[in-house]
């Protein structure tokens, strides 16, 4: 089923591209690693209201996702690594990352949890 135009929402979404090596004030390897992401790139899909769950498993309490994203892209190059700019601008640092894939002929429909990252 295809999603219907008036309900698309613009997100931003950026793939993991490497990492890169920190060093520290004299110019020296620190040991740590920075990841780096691909330029945001803009799609158009169905943005869910705020929703999900929380699960009891034994290993403790396994949280679901915030939103549901579903595109009728079913070859969008987006990963479970991938990070998503749906409430603020590509200005901004993201505020969404991805949970959650899954593909099926017609569509994709991606599980996005919020996040608070601080630059």
Not at 99 to 118: P, Q
């Amino acid at each position: 089923m295809k999603t219907l135009f008036r309900n698309l929402t613009t997100f931003y979404y950026a793939n993991v591209a490497g990492e890169t090596a920190l060093r520290d004030s004299q110019g020296y390897l620190t040991g740590e690693y920075a990841i780096t992401y691909t330029d945001p790139i803009a799609v158009k899909g169905n943005v869910s209201a705020s929703m999900g769950a929380v699960y009891e498993s034994p290993t403790g309490l396994t949280a679901g996702y915030d939103k549901v994203i579903v595109c009728d892209q079913p070859d969008l190059p987006i990963e479970d690594s991938s990070v998503l700019w749906v409430e603020v601008g590509t200005d901004q640092p993201y505020d969404y990352v991805v949970s959650r894939i899954r593909r099926s002929f017609n569509s994709i429909r991606i599980g996005i949890k919020r996040v608070d990252v601080s630059e």
